[in-house]
């Protein structure tokens, strides 16, 4: 069934949201210009209404989406693209934002949450600023509205049905069929990460829109230094929400792809870590704001930059553009030149407004002396914007060459071949001069320096770095010069802000958030440093041999090669590969694979072959039925280290019909390093085995035999009770023999292939006759490559016929690297995100009441 009226209802949502950010817009700027106080509170309470509207029906149209997602209304293409009956609820969650329609409206979302508190907030600032905002609401809603206007598609619905989207056969029979299931959730997003890594990225994009439109409004208005104090907030506030969604993102790229890292400086990483810096950026010259009108005209261009980045970043990542140069970027859904429109509207409004008042703008006071805070803010946003274009334009390589396409030009340019190698060399030496400046800026701005003091100021922290420093060289054993560099800046910025925090602070929490964050991003240095550049491969192979002529040399050198039950020496651990493992919503933790026969009908389904047992607990039953995540399979690698304590990973992968296998990390963390291990290579799967021909074995109790260099012993059989997927009635014979498997270390495995004959009648020349039919249930063992089934009973000789064949044993190649001391990065954006949030809180605080005389207000700003 075609479920029609929920369709309608949400593409209805979606042309009220459009009309109503117009309608918001042009009152909103009508309420602006308007002299008369009655006609303005008219035009003020129409753009309020109108806002409101349109705010309910973006809400609705959230609401209709997730209602449809969730119960597989598969009719419709972008369910049916994006989400699949066997995901977990909270990865239908995440199909809702992996098309470019629900990430817009998760996007205009925000945009409307915070909409309410600058509405709420009602100053003098509203008007202007919220015409801003209402007209980037009206360009966001045009993504999604999927509508033809003269042979010219404007965006594209979530809404649109399935046979209305694609061409297939099958609609031209029945126009109304419906899927019974949905292509499924990209593999690499089946990750908890993303279930909150998009919303608070896209959280962080909506809150750059209210600087922006402060600016904006400031250059209407001419207020050119009111807008600072209003506006902090939400810059410190986008910085924190924006950083902490990139560093979730970096976590996720660490837990879920195999490359061994958290940054690969992907072109889509690029185009979100560009506008972050020049924020960042942005924000230091606000800071001095208060002081003086130094770099007013650049603070401004800087917080504006950073929206239009934010706007360039999303034409790069869904025009198409970097289709070939990124491997996690949206692909074109012709949607290219509404975002080219997009971006050049709002980056003209801003280019048009800063020519008309340039010279209207106060300008820079003498040049600071050295000596001053404004200097080093200064030289601190200069690098932080140096920093951003070493990456911004290598990554717009892609476009650059498609513009310059369009006129008939053929460019030669290309992004860097190893990007990793590229920008982390210049992007190295920009954080050690970052390391350098956000240490001495702190003591300018806390302590009046000069020449006759600042001896005595910086010598302490000098001199502990030196010593910190020289202490960890000699330790660590650490001999590269750049590496050495960027500990000891690394160190200098965390000793500094340290001694900030406790000497000029006194640890008054309210006035902290710049030390703590400047903690935060010395600590993050230390922890890139430590786990990238001191990470080490323990996986090492030692045999002398290669594992296969067409592997890459790297998968021969670091990788290991574990068959299945067979410890193997790595570094100062044993390894033991136990197996593939499933996982189930039904039951907890992982499960052997092989003790499951996933039903013929229903893959998401398999009857229980053998109790699973978990922690000396049954937690389900022979012949039970449960459901199984069939695409996902982990392989147990167990670790013994030395003193006989043992723990298990168990990387993944996933099988995927369009990517291929698709292999994901598993990370034990221990307090001084992560162990990362993925699998890198994988015996065939149980479709794939190619088997040894049958060969029958006559056996009586306790004979012994060679089974693929195993010693084989017959220990009897027993009855059979319950076998999985068939019913044992009273009058069938049933057997199951016992295989005793001996591989070795006083280990064994057994092996129980069963026999049933079931009594039958059958119609013949004399009439109805009964007879025996028999029903054999083989028993297969990839770690011992042996699969054997019970043929024949010969009572009369006390014999009994056994089939075996033999395959290559279970294996896998897996490579292990050790990551010290990484967990310093994630605490370091934890304390980066506590000191943003302090420092958000106290400017919104600030922003509420006037400002104090400046000798009352010797406080830390940030």
């Known amino acids: 069934m075609i479920h029609s009226f929920i369709g309608d209802l949400g593409h209805t949502s979606i042309i009220v949201a459009f009309v109503g950010a117009i309608l918001s817009a042009i009152a909103y700027r009508l309420s602006a210009t308007e ?18 509207l349109h705010g309910f029906s973006v809400f609705s149209i959230v609401c209709i989406l997730f209602y449809m997602i969730f119960n597989h209304y598969y009719e419709y293409h972008y369910v049916w693209s ?51 905002i209402a007209a980037v609401q009206a360009f966001l809603m045009s993504m999604v509205l999927g509508i033809d206007v003269l042979g010219s598609k404007i965006g594209s619905s979530p809404f649109i049905l399935l046979r209305d989207a694609i061409e297939a056969p099958v609609f031209a029979s029945n126009p109304n069929f419906v ?81 061994g890292g958290y ?53 790069l990542t869904r025009s198409g553009v970097l289709g070939e140069a990124s491997v996690h970027s949206f692909t074109d859904l012709g949607l ?34 050295v000596y001053s805070s404004e200097f080093w803010f200064f030289i601190g946003a200069t690098t932080l914007t140096l920093m951003s274009f070493q990456v911004l334009v290598p990554t717009s390589i892609p476009a650059w060459n498609a513009l310059v396409s369009n006129f008939g030009i053929q460019s030669n340019l290309a992004p860097p071949a190893d990007a990793v190698a590229f920008y982390t060399k210049f992007q190295l030496w920009f954080a050690v001069a970052v390391a350098i400046v956000s240490g001495t800026t702190q003591y300018f701005f806390w302590v009046r320096i000069d020449k006759k003091n600042i001896w005595n100021t910086l010598s302490i922290p000098y001199v502990a770095t030196l010593i910190g420093a020289a202490a960890i060289i000699v330790i660590g054993n650490v001999h590269q010069p750049t590496y050495i560099i960027l500990l000891t800046a690394a160190i200098f910025s965390l000793v500094a802000n340290i001694q900030v925090l406790v000497q000029y602070t006194k640890l008054k929490m309210s006035i902290s958030g710049g030390a703590v964050s400047h903690i935060g991003a010395a600590l993050m240095l230390l922890g890139i440093l430590s786990s990238s550049g001191f990470e080490k491969v323990v996986s090492l ?35 033991t590969y ?54 996902n399979i982990y392989y147990e690698i167990e670790y013994t280290d030395e003193q006989g304590k ?149 009572p009369k000789e006390n014999k009994f016929v056994f089939s075996a064949e033999t395959t290559q044993k279970d294996w896998v190649i897996m490579k292990a690297v050790e990551k010290p001391f990484i967990n310093l990065l994630w605490i370091g954006t934890i304390l980066l995100t506590i000191g943003t949030i302090i420092s958000t809180i106290r400017r919104f605080k600030m922003s509420k009441v006037t400002a104090q005389p400046k000798e009352k207000k010797k406080e830390y700003q940030y």
């Open 336 to 369: 290219s030149g509404q975002l080219l429109l997009y971006l050049v509207f709002f980056t003209t409004i801003a280019i048009v407004l800063f020519i008309v008042r340039w010279n209207q703008m106060p300008k820079d006071e003498d040049e600071p002396s």
């Open 646 to 794: 043992s723990f298990s990973l168990y990387p993944r992968v996933q099988d995927n019909e369009q990517m291929g296998p698709i292999p994901s990390p598993d990370i034990a963390s221990f307090w001084n390093k992560d162990m990362y291990t993925h699998i890198t290579n994988l015996a065939v799967d149980e479709e794939e085995i190619e088997w040894s021909e049958e060969e029958a074995l006559n056996m009586s109790l306790g004979d012994t035999i060679f089974l693929n260099d195993y010693v084989v012993i017959f220990d009897g059989v027993k009855p059979l009770e319950k076998a999985p997927g068939y019913v044992i009635k009273e009058e069938d014979v049933a057997l199951q023999a016992n295989l005793r498997v001996l591989v070795g270390n006083g280990r064994s495995i057994d092996l129980k292939p069963s026999y049933i004959l079931t009594k039958v009648k059958r119609m013949g020349m004399g009439g109805v006759t009964e007879d025996w039919d028999a029903g054999i249930i083989s028993d297969t063992n990839r770690e011992l490559g042996l699969r054997v089934a019970l043929k024949e009973i010969k």
């Open 82 to 132: 994006h989400s699949s009956n066997n995901l977990p609820a909270y990865y239908i969650v995440s199909s809702f934002w992996e098309g470019q329609e629900g990430s817009f409206l998760v996007w205009s979302f925000w945009h409307v949450l915070v909409s309410v508190f600058v509405i709420k907030k009602g100053d003098q600032w509203e008007s202007n600023v919220m015409f801003i």
């Open 578 to 631: 136990k197996g593939p493992r499933f996982t189930s919503r039904d039951l907890p933790g992982y499960f052997d694979k092989e003790k499951v026969r996933q039903k013929i009908n229903d893959p998401y389904h398999a009857i229980v072959m053998e109790d699973l047992i978990q922690n000396g607990e049954t937690i389900a039953k022979a012949g039970d039925e449960i459901q199984i995540y069939n695409e």
């Open 179 to 259: 899927p019974e299931d949905g292509t499924g959730l990209n593999p690499l997003l089946q990750n908890i990460w993303m279930v909150i890594h998009p919303p608070t990225l896209f959280m962080g994009f909506a809150l750059t829109i209210v600087p922006f439109a402060y600016v904006i409004a400031a250059l209407i208005q001419k207020q050119y230094s009111e807008w600072v104090k209003p506006a902090m907030g939400w810059v410190v506030l986008a910085v924190s929400v924006l950083g902490l969604g990139i560093m979730m993102g970096a976590y996720w790229a660490y837990e879920t792809l195999n490359f």
């Open 263 to 315: 940054w690969n400086w992907d072109p889509v990483e690029n185009a979100v870590y560009v506008p972050w810096l020049i924020l960042l950026a942005g924000l230091h010259l606000m800071v001095i704001q208060h002081k003086s009108k130094t770099a007013l005209k650049t603070s401004m261009i800087l917080v504006v930059s950073a929206f239009i980045l934010v706007l360039y970043s999303t034409f």
């Open 35 to 52: 002299n008369n106080s009655v006609e303005k509170n008219q035009w003020l309470k129409l753009a309020r209404g109108t806002f409101f």
């Open 541 to 575: 192979n030692l045999s002398g041999r290669i594992y296969n002529s067409e592997f890459p040399e790297e998968m021969n050198k670091e990788n290991v090669l574990l068959f299945r039950g067979q410890p193997k020496k790595m570094d100062r651990y044993l390894l």
